[in-house]
């Protein structure tokens, strides 16, 4: 049973991270308490006091200090956005289980196909072109969406061509998306009101094959034919596509690539990076044989590490005394393009190991379409999938493989 381990559960998710300096990571904050389980430099024979997790979920605080002098400064994270490291410890009725818990992404995004996307929000605005609905299966489309609607809003102001009723027939159009973290970013983006979306499904849908579905039972209470605008990536799954198609679905959807998909150019050092990372922050002899500098500290002090640009440029030359290079326990993947990236440097550092699901780390996944690029492309099936695709129902599965 892996709960007498001494040391941390290593998860590595590899996704973008909420910036520090914006709040707490729900994929983080899912594993527990946020705690500082590092040495205190200015005494290296004690072990650092563990944080509180913090009541509100939109703060980061810690025990000795008042709530307004427990957020770190937004400058100090500015390097940080794509690297994050915390730690957390979940209660278990038998031992407490510690998490080390680290984000970096493994693709980048580009909006692409703008003024395309401009002109059929205008074809909407002005009735020239009519669609049921908008389809948007990630938060990539949905921050294409919200920065069309930006320009668009601009421009009918500059023209002076702003009428209420077509604003208001606007607003009424209804929007699909898959799971919950679409949903909320659909409902909280930034612009004018008329702009703002007044229904939203799918937020239950765990992936494409159910957004169709619950599509499908809509368009059952009438049978005319509908049309969509359906905002995709240029590595989108044909998933949603063929499930309509498949149930003779009396429905057309309208493709725009909106976002163009690539490889981070940091993925590789962040690895190298990581490798390097782990028994620094968990091994007591790492521990007490470095003396972070004062910004490296600030960090600690709140459960985080972050890692400046400086310590990347060095992430594959380690100095002579570095420890053997560790890896994950656990690697969660989030979609299949993702996987496909990040698979050349995985199985090249051993850290995946096609065909051998019981050497290098356990794998997780975020949903069944993710589970079954895992099955297809590395002949095994994960050990954990989260039952929907969120944060705590993540957490849940990876727990339950540790039980």
Known sequence: MPLGRSEPVRVLLLRQPVPVHQGTDPYHHAFGTLRTSFRDPASPGTSGAASCAPKNDNSLTSPAHTTNESRPDPDLFANDDLYLVTHH????????????????????????????????LLGMYHHTTHYDGVIMTSQKAVQAWQQACVRVNQKLYVQQDIHPERMRVLGQV???????????????????????????????????????????????????PRRFLYLVGDKRSPALINTLQAHNAPVTLDELVVYATDKNPGFEDNCALLARDIPRHTSDE???????????????HHGIVGHTQEEHLDAHTPPASAPTEVRPDWIVFFSPSGGNYALQELVQRRWIVSQEAHQGCKVACIGRTTAQWVHETLGFEPHAIAAHPTPDALQEAIFRDLI
């Open 89 to 120: 410890m979940r209660p278990h009725e038998l031992k407490d289980v510690e998490f080390r818990v680290v984000s970096f992404p493994i693709l980048t995004h580009v909006t692409v196909h703008a003024d395309e996307l401009d002109q059929a």
């Open 174 to 224: 209804p929007f699909y998306v898959v799971g919950p973290a679409t949903a909320k970013a659909l409902r909280h983006i930034e612009v004018a009101t008329p702009f703002q979306p007044t229904t939203i499904h799918g937020a239950e849908a765990g992936n494409a094959e159910s957004l169709a579905l619950h599509m499908m039972r809509d368009m059952n209470q009438s049978r005319q």
């Open 286 to 300: 790492a521990l007490s044989g470095s003396r972070p500098s004062s910004t490296q500290r600030q960090r600690e």
